[in-house]
T-cell receptor, first 115, second 114 residues
């Protein structure tokens, strides 16, 4: 069964500094990987996905993520953090098997960007 | 995402009461999902539906039921609410041809069971 781990409950970073939110996964086949962001009192919003191809994926709001198959990781990154990036971030994975493959979400990482 | 709406947005109820949470979407998607979010546990799938006649249990369906009244509407019911069903509930949709099950979420319903 697929699973995803977000080892940090919270990440603190100063505005203007680079940020990384970590995610590792486990699937039986090849993974489809996603990052979602949740702002207060809002639903989850799609940020980016990795399906195949280039290991560096670019998404919304200046975020990017790097797929590393050998380390089974898909860390979310941004070169320069903004205070408005403060939110709850979820990594999700689905397997590439036939039939319906549900999305499995991590437990979330809260990002706090200080001015 | 304004294309997926949920009502009510907040609800406080008492143990034993029947509660219905409603979800509507204008995205024209075939697939709809109900999740609950609990602190430290992430999102867990309750039920999902591929179309009006195809409803499936997720990982935590006990104590819940659903109804797919139309392609655009998917309701979640708690027949007899209990305090450990206090959570944030999300509806989501995805298209049959959407990219690899990319899902679009409603704003959530915060349910408190006293």
């Amino acid at each position: 069964a697929q699973s995803v781990a977000q080892p940090e409950d919270q990440v603190n970073v100063a505005e203007g500094n680079p940020l990384t939110v970590k995610c590792t996964y486990s699937v039986s086949g090849n993974p489809y990987l996603f990052w979602y962001v949740q702002y207060p009192n809002r639903g989850l919003q799609f940020l980016l996905k990795y399906i195949t191809g280039d290991n560096l994926v670019k998404g919304s709001y200046g975020f990017e993520a790097e797929f590393n198959k050998s380390q089974t990781s898909f860390h979310l990154k941004k070169p320069s953090a903004l205070v408005s990036d403060s939110a709850l971030y979820f990594c999700a994975v689905r397997d590439t098997g036939t039939g319906f493959q549900k999305l499995v979400f991590g437990t979330g990482t809260r990002l706090l960007v200080s001015p | 995402d304004a294309d997926v709406t949920q009502t009510p947005r907040n609800r406080i109820t008492k143990t034993g009461k029947r509660i219905m949470l409603e979800c509507s979407q204008t995205k024209g998607h075939d697939r709809m999902y109900w999740y609950r979010q609990d602190p430290g546990l992430g999102l867990r799938l309750i039920y999902y539906s591929f179309d009006v006649k195809d409803i499936n249990k997720g990982e935590i369906s006990d104590g819940y039921s659903v109804s797919r009244q139309a392609q655009a509407k998917f309701s979640l019911s708690l027949e007899s609410a209990i305090p450990n069903q206090t959570a944030l509930y999300f509806c989501a949709t995805s298209g049959l041809r959407s990219d690899y099950n990319e899902q679009f979420f409603g704003p959530g319903t915060r349910l408190t069971v006293l």
